[in-house]
């Protein structure tokens, strides 16, 4: 598969709007474009779908080993892929190291890196930052570099400079561009949805990637990738286990019916956890609790994952109907997964960051409050907790929010990589698993098994 990673020195470099532009000029070009996120980010993906018009993949060193990556990465068929980087080039897990950076996905799947260097304030320090980060690890896979925020006038001398002293090809810049800036919000950026005229903007921003950009010169670089290290032996996404009889009998399984909550308050979806439900016999079915007055019929169980409820707090709450459609669907048996958004939507209250309080649906006794901090953030291993009345491998998640809980369950304890903090979390049911941890079940595919196989239970 051609393909090139691009990667900065730091978050706010530029690394999404630049992916974005290129990704929209390959498209104006013709090419058949597929792109993956480093880490576990959501938003990010979301303007990959919007350019290109098809889903964009997750590629998280925590959630997934080696092996699982470059499946993932051979899984879609296209002309090229491009892979966009997670904070700095080496920033990892616990701020101390370098797994499930983006330096390790370029290393594991043997893609060339292009380092986007924004270039504001400098000139000849951007040899030397570049030279830091060829230099850090031998093994870096750094082919290349992008300007971000140069002038026309100084680039010419910049490109000179660093490949004539550092031997590295230079594939062009982006001067600082007046209003194509992604705004940002306390969980990240604005969703694609909110910015106005974006199909616009982004065709303008991938015509000035075919001005500036050197977009022959990144096809070049893709297509001298080396081969994807796939083993011969197919592996399922799971660590364990063998392939053809666990794909024989996914086959078997009877289909049941899962509503998926997905709008404007609950779009943080990982497309490959809904294809480890269906691989698990699930029948997606989407709704929206904001604007659906009731829920799709036949349900066995329902998913609810993160978003912004905060923002939807007054039209949620005043979905009536929704809410206690909801709320009558678990309560009479129906099997409920709820993280971090989803599972503030089944408190009792959420009070929004202006502290206006609305009900919600009242599974949980309590409320949900803004902190105006993050309470938990990063990678966490949860154990000791069981999923759907079933014990289990430890599962691998990550927390990232403004708001806390009352009432945030104490059925799991999560521990943070590389370190000793550590604190209880995640409510545990027989029909209910939730809590503020989001979950990528490539991780753990117990998770999305269990779960069918609960709801089959109640089917029959």
């Known amino acids: 598969m051609p393909r090139f990673l691009l990667g900065a020195p730091a978050s706010g470099s530029g690394k999404t709007l630049i992916t974005c532009g290129i990704l ?42 080696q092996e699982q990556i470059c499946r993932e990465l051979t899984s879609v068929d296209c002309d090229i892929a491009i892979l966009e980087g997670v904070m700095g080039y080496y ?33 000849v320090s951007v040899t030397a930052l570049i030279q ?20 026309p006038m100084l680039y010419p001398r910049l490109r000179k400079m660093v490949e004539e002293q550092l031997g590295i090809q230079v594939y062009g810049y982006v001067p600082e561009l007046k209003g194509f800036k992604l705004e940002s919000r306390h969980l990240g950026l604005k969703l694609p949805e909110e910015i106005k005229e974006l199909k616009e903007q982004m065709h303008l921003l991938g015509e000035q990637m075919e001005k500036t950009v050197d977009l022959d010169g990144l096809l070049k670089l893709a ?3 080396e081969d994807i290290p796939v083993a011969e032996k197919k592996e399922d996404l799971v660590r364990k286990g063998d392939q053809g009889k666990r794909e024989k009998s996914i086959v078997q399984r009877e289909k049941v019916r899962i ?12 497309e490959e956890n809904l294809e480890a439900l269906r691989r698990a016999g699930a029948e997606v079915c989407f709704f929206s609790p904001i604007h659906d007055a009731e829920l799709p019929p036949e349900l066995e169980g329902i998913v609810l994952y993160g ?18 459609a909801v709320c009558a669907a678990i309560r009479q048996g129906v099997c409920c997964i709820a993280e971090c958004g989803g ?23 309590g409320n949900t409050f803004y902190t105006g901090k ?53 409510h545990a049911e027989e029909r209910i698993l939730a809590g503020y941890p989001h979950i990528h079940y490539g991780g753990n595919p117990q998770i999305a098994e269990l779960f069918i196989k609960k709801c089959k239970e109640r089917k029959r």
């Open 24 to 65: 929209q000029a390959l498209q104006a070009r013709g090419k058949a474009v597929a792109s993956f996120k480093c880490g576990p980010d959501y938003i990010d993906p979301m303007f990959h779908t919007k350019i290109i018009g098809a889903k964009s993949r997750n590629l998280d060193g925590f959630f997934l080993n």
């Open 91 to 123: 920033d990892g897990i616990a701020g101390i190291s370098t797994r499930a950076s983006a330096f390790e996905v370029a290393k594991w799947t043997k893609t060339p890196a292009v380092l986007i260097v924004d270039g504001k304030g400098m000139s």
């Open 132 to 151: 830091g980060f060829l230099a850090y690890q031998t093994d870096n896979q750094i082919e290349g570099v992008i300007f971000n925020r140069v002038s």
């Open 223 to 225: 297509a001298q990738a």
């Open 259 to 270: 509503g998926v909550a997905k709008d404007e308050a609950f779009c943080f979806i990982y």
């Open 307 to 324: 978003g912004y409820p905060e923002l939807f707090a007054e039209r949620l709450s005043t979905n009536v109907s929704m809410r206690t």
């Open 343 to 365: 599972f503030m939507y089944l408190h009792e209250t959420l009070k929004d960051m202006e502290g206006k309080e609305y009900p919600m649906v009242g599974i949980f006794p």
């Open 374 to 426: 993050l309470s938990r953030f990063g990678y966490v291993t949860l154990t000791e907790g069981t999923v759907f009345g079933e014990k289990t491998d430890p599962i691998t998640a990550h927390e990232f929010h403004y708001f806390d809980s009352t009432n945030c369950g104490d059925d799991f304890l999560a521990v943070k990589p590389l370190s000793e903090r550590s604190w209880r979390c995640m």
